[in-house]
């Protein structure tokens, strides 16, 4: 079945680039999401990327996709201590698993001032 | 994009209970997707609600304890029921973006079981 893995903690210094990363199994995976969680709150879609995709990049956020490696990365330059918060990628099969996300297990950037 | 929203957005229940989750989207859509999120964990999917015809539920998921109704295009609820302690989590409501093919998540309804 499929697999998402991401590293737990992350912590940086304000102004310093953060980078997160995320494997996954499923050779069969369409889109791939970034979503951030603060505290109490709901998730936020960042952004996302098509698996036919190499990078992605969306004012600080950088995404980076090795299909090869089944890995997946988001870069947030200029890490400000908003920031702060849990990051997961998920992905989305498609075909008849449209809709249907896999998350990994979260990573929780501090964000030091 | 879509804009949902659940009711309520938090709630204490008394163990054997029930509650009922209600979702709302600003616009039409044709699956509707409930998420369980446990304390410190990451997401798991429930179920896929399709109006009109059952809900269809992931491996570990039952209707008699989660059932789902979708009545229209626009709106879902989830039932949680028989409640225990280890139902305290944070459900979301969760729906695809069509032609930009995101995934949107309502603000989540934190539930604490006594």
């Known amino acids: 079945g499929e697999d998402v893995e991401q590293s737990l903690f992350l912590s940086v210094r304000e102004g310093d680039s953060s980078v997160i990363n995320c494997t996954y199994t499923d050779s069969s995976s369409t889109y791939l999401y970034w979503y951030k969680q603060e505290p109490g709150a709901g998730l936020q879609l960042l952004t996302y990327?098509?698996?036919?995709?190499d990078m992605k990049q969306d004012q600080r956020l950088t995404v980076l996709l090795n299909k090869k490696d089944k890995h997946l990365s988001l870069r947030i330059a200029d890490t400000q201590t908003g920031d702060s918060a849990i990051y997961f990628c998920a992905e989305n099969a498609g075909g008849t698993s449209y809709g249907k996300l896999t998350f990994g297990q979260g990573t929780i950037l501090t964000v030091h001032p | 994009s879509a804009v949902i929203s659940q009711k309520p957005s938090r709630d204490i229940c008394q163990r054997g209970t029930s509650l009922t989750i209600q979702c709302q989207v600003d616009s039409q859509v044709t699956m509707m997707f409930w998420y369980r999120q446990q304390p410190g964990q990451s997401l798991t999917l429930i179920a896929t609600a399709n109006q009109g015809s059952e809900a269809t539920y992931e491996s570990g998921f039952v209707i008699d304890k989660f059932p789902i109704s979708r009545p229209n295009l626009t709106f879902s609820t989830l039932t949680v029921s028989n409640m225990s302690p280890e139902d305290s989590s944070i459900y979301l409501c969760?729906?695809?973006?069509?032609?930009?093919?995101?995934?949107?998540f309502g603000p989540g309804t934190r539930l604490t079981v006594l």
């Open positions: 990327i098509f698996s036919n995709m």
């Open positions: 969760s729906v695809h973006g069509g032609v930009t093919d995101t995934q949107y």
